[in-house]
């Protein structure tokens, strides 16, 4: 019997192997020094080609996974910009200059074939260092304490596991970081993240009992060394989650470090269904020679749809943004004639040098109209991440311009912009305006026709 099984076997082999012959194709064994697959990790987080988001200043280290890992005969990674982030021959990223920068990492097999991938590194400012400059309001600071930039918080934590987290764009927020982020689209200014030099737990419980014992007794959490210089503004929004019906004690700390005297000082908070507690009287308390206005909270399931409350809330106590000055210009866009203004930076001046442009320029998701230009601006700008309705804007990575003039259900970008000036006439023209138009941009006082030839004087007014 057992012979018989033995020879059957060796039959359905000597088959099996002559129909492979007549198909075309011969059946081996995988190589055991073939690199069959790769994958890359941050710490413990995947980002196999995904972006991943990094502070000027700090590293972290790719950790890299192949199978079989005994056919690896050596790893190389090469950063695409370098003066944006460099990577070691050991796989360490360091962030150096704000940008994006990809990563690729190549992996040689023992049988001397390549298997390779990649990740995009974000580099980001520092909150910690100081605050974040926005071009337009610079007498307005946005100081914030989130659980998020203070919690060592596990890898894919997301707003399902934990209501102190909102997720926008594949990118984490913590709640109330996330609203001070809309207040400064809506309001300009500076944001500064307050963070204390111990991190809180992970467990809400745990973090309620030390906020407990802070409270009573009396205990002001150490913050991080910043170099915030707060004689700067006039107007310092404070943000932060309700802990315990008040402000958490790192707010307290940050209002005793620095001097809020007559200053106009604005609460803002997010809670979870009880509103803002005592938190508002504790803040004037703390500030007794500064205008404290009102202030708006917002409960932390209502985040994300927050926009409308934020904006009448900040007309209610008569904030708004105040753009950078600029000079007067022209929008030419089908047989409209738009008022507009280029404002006076480095970036937005290259321009400027350069009217009239022509534009050959396409509507993209109801809100923009951008198109590509075919001259390479040196001078840099701090980008951002959203938009104004109006705002002419410039984008690096895809070399385009942009003309904004509607907010959507999706007002978070993709790639960064840098606002050179904006329209100021009705922007509802955009609505008329064909899905692909030649916008030119023009001083106000020109009298050049446009570059397709076509004369623009006594066109209609938008």
Same mark, same amino acid.
């Given at each position: 019997?057992?012979?018989?099984?033995?020879?059957?076997?060796?039959?359905?082999?000597?088959?099996?192997?002559?129909?492979?012959?007549?198909?075309?194709?011969?059946?081996?064994?995988?190589?055991?020094?073939?690199?069959?697959?790769?994958?890359?990790?941050?710490?413990?987080?995947?980002?196999?080609?995904?972006? #991943?988001?990094?502070?000027?200043?700090?590293?972290?280290?790719?950790?890299?996974?192949?199978?079989?890992?005994?056919?690896?005969?050596?790893?190389?990674?090469?950063?695409?910009?370098?003066?944006?982030?460099?990577?070691?021959?050991?796989?360490?990223?360091?962030?150096?200059?704000?940008?994006?920068?990809?990563?690729?990492?190549?992996?040689?097999?023992?049988?001397?074939?390549?298997?390779?991938?990649?990740?995009?590194?974000?580099?980001?400012?520092?909150? &910690?260092?100081?605050?974040?400059?926005?071009?337009?309001?610079?007498?307005?600071?946005?100081?914030?304490?989130?659980?998020?930039?203070?919690?060592?918080?596990?890898?894919?934590?997301?707003?399902?596991?934990?209501?102190?987290?909102?997720?926008?764009?594949?990118?984490?927020?913590?709640?109330?970081?996330?609203?001070?982020?809309?207040?400064?689209?809506?309001?300009?200014?500076?944001?500064?993240?307050?963070?204390?030099?111990?991190? #809180?737990?992970?467990?809400?419980?745990?973090?309620?009992?030390?906020?407990?014992?802070?409270?009573?007794?009396?205990?002001?959490?150490?913050?991080?060394?910043?170099?915030?210089?707060?004689?700067?503004?006039?107007?310092?929004?404070?943000?932060?989650?309700?802990? &315990?019906?008040?402000?958490?004690?790192?707010?307290?700390?940050?209002?005793?470090?620095?001097?809020?005297?007559?200053?106009?000082?604005?609460?803002?908070?997010?809670?979870?269904?009880?509103?803002?507690?005592?938190? #508002?009287?504790?803040?004037?308390?703390?500030?007794?020679?500064?205008?404290?206005?009102?202030?708006?909270?917002?409960?932390?399931?209502?985040?994300?749809?927050?926009?409308?409350?934020?904006?009448?809330?900040?007309?209610?106590?008569?904030?708004?943004?105040?753009?950078?000055?600029?000079?007067?210009?022209?929008?030419? &866009?089908?047989?409209?004639?738009?008022?507009?203004?280029?404002?006076?930076?480095?970036?937005?001046?290259?321009?400027?040098?350069?009217?009239?442009?022509?534009?050959?320029?396409?509507?993209?998701?109801?809100?923009?109209?951008?198109?590509?230009?075919?001259?390479?601006?040196?001078?840099?700008?701090?980008?951002?991440?959203?938009?104004?309705?109006?705002?002419?804007?410039?984008?690096?990575?895809?070399?385009?311009?942009?003309?904004?003039?509607?907010?959507?259900?999706?007002?978070?970008?993709?790639?960064?912009?840098?606002?050179?000036?904006?329209?100021?006439?009705?922007?509802?023209?955009?609505?008329?305006?064909?899905?692909?138009?030649?916008?030119?941009?023009?001083?106000?006082?020109?009298?050049?026709?446009?570059?397709?030839?076509?004369?623009?004087?006594?066109?209609?007014?938008?």
């Amino acid at each position: 019997m057992r012979k018989r099984m033995v020879t059957f076997i060796w039959a359905l082999l000597f088959v099996l192997s002559m129909t492979a012959l007549t198909a075309g194709f011969t059946v081996c064994a995988t190589s055991k020094k073939a690199v069959q697959s790769v994958s890359v990790r941050i710490d413990h987080k995947s980002v196999a080609k995904k972006t #991943y988001t990094l502070e000027r200043g700090k590293s972290k280290n790719l950790k890299v996974s192949v199978l079989p890992n005994k056919a690896v005969k050596s790893i190389q990674y090469v950063s695409k910009n370098t003066q944006v982030a460099s990577v070691s021959s050991k796989g360490k990223v360091t962030a150096k200059k704000k940008g994006t920068s990809k990563i690729q990492i190549s992996v040689t097999g023992k049988n001397n074939k390549k298997k390779s991938t990649w990740v995009k590194v974000r580099v980001i400012e520092s909150e &910690a260092e100081g605050p974040q400059p926005n071009s337009g309001t610079s007498n307005i600071l946005i100081a914030y304490f989130s659980r998020v930039g203070n919690t060592e918080y596990a890898d894919g934590i997301d707003a399902t596991t934990s209501a102190s987290v909102v997720v926008d764009q594949a990118q984490q927020y913590g709640t109330t970081e996330y609203i001070a982020r809309m207040i400064q689209r809506k309001a300009g200014g500076d944001l500064h993240r307050i963070e204390t030099k111990e991190t #809180y737990p992970t467990d809400f419980d745990e973090v309620v009992d030390q906020n407990h014992d802070e409270m009573n007794n009396g205990i002001l959490p150490e913050l991080k060394h910043s170099s915030l210089d707060i004689s700067k503004y006039d107007t310092v929004f404070i943000g932060y989650p309700v802990w &315990a019906t008040d402000a958490p004690q790192a707010v307290l700390s940050f209002l005793k470090a620095y001097d809020l005297s007559g200053k106009k000082v604005i609460p803002f908070c997010t809670h979870d269904g009880y509103g803002a507690g005592s938190s #508002y009287r504790t803040i004037k308390n703390e500030c007794p020679q500064a205008d404290v206005l009102e202030g708006i909270a917002i409960e932390a399931k209502n985040v994300s749809n927050a926009e409308k409350s934020i904006t009448d809330w900040l007309a209610s106590i008569q904030i708004q943004k105040t753009e950078t000055s600029g000079t007067a210009i022209q929008i030419l &866009a089908g047989s409209h004639v738009l008022d507009g203004v280029i404002y006076d930076t480095a970036l937005a001046k290259e321009f400027k040098e350069r009217f009239p442009i022509t534009v050959s320029m396409g509507r993209y998701g109801g809100r923009e109209y951008y198109g590509g230009i075919d001259f390479t601006p040196s001078a840099g700008g701090n980008g951002k991440l959203s938009f104004e309705n109006g705002d002419i804007t410039y984008c690096r990575t895809n070399h385009t311009m942009a003309i904004f003039y509607a907010q959507t259900d999706r007002p978070n970008l993709t790639m960064e912009v840098v606002s050179i000036g904006k329209v100021t006439s009705n922007l509802s023209i955009f609505d008329t305006l064909s899905s692909s138009e030649r916008i030119t941009f023009r001083l106000l006082d020109t009298t050049d026709t446009g570059t397709d030839g076509s004369a623009t004087e006594g066109a209609q007014t938008g």
